[in-house]
């Protein structure tokens, strides 16, 4: 995380220290009354994870489908293959139940001009991250994925809603 992002996370939580932002590659977890925030959803998939009983969230600002993808070191995070295991296990140490975890993805889009059909990076990240719920036993209850627009989500720990905002569609709960 570069410093001038590292300042404005540190900033924005000193102005609501309930909301923490997830960056691009991480996942994080929190419990009632804490959101989850993450910005810039373009091709990336949110993937908020939420148990309705013991009011525990968890989300991950997913990257690209696989690890095996790219030969680029840094965030483990990024990929789906780890940040969605990872972020299941963090749930589940923090109490959660496994089979109570439900998901609900946002993002996905194709963002590119000239990309098109099912081989778009957006399309890939969905399926990826839909195969590594799958593999978890985590069902997905919504989602909003797709289109060629991008999407700032906030997951609510107290509720499970998860905010949508777009310029494209404005605001909305999934």
């Known amino acids: 995380m570069s410093e001038a992002s590292a300042l404005l996370r540190d900033l924005a939580q000193a102005l609501d220290p309930t909301h923490f932002i997830v960056g691009v590659g991480e996942i994080a ?20 994870l939420w148990d309705p009983r013991l009011r525990i969230g968890g989300l991950a600002h997913v990257m690209l489908p696989a690890a095996s993808c790219s030969a680029a ?25 496994p089979r109570r975890i439900v998901a609900k993805l946002a993002g996905g889009a194709s963002m590119f001009r000239g990309e098109s ?8 990240n969905v399926a990826a991250v839909r195969d590594q719920l799958e593999r978890a036993g985590v069902p997905i209850v919504v989602e909003e994925t797709g289109g ?23 605001i909305h709960e999934i």
């Open 29 to 48: 977890c929190a419990r009632e009354p804490e959101v989850l925030v993450t910005q810039a959803l373009g091709s990336c998939v949110g993937v908020a």
């Open 73 to 97: 070191t840094g965030k483990r995070h990024r990929f789906a293959d780890i940040a969605i295991p990872d972020l299941v296990e963090r749930m589940v140490d923090m109490g959660a139940g």
């Open 117 to 124: 059909g099912i081989d778009t990076i957006g399309d890939r």
């Open 148 to 170: 060629s627009h991008a999407r700032t989500i906030e997951l609510s720990t107290a509720t499970g809603i998860l905010l949508v905002r777009s310029y494209t569609y404005g």
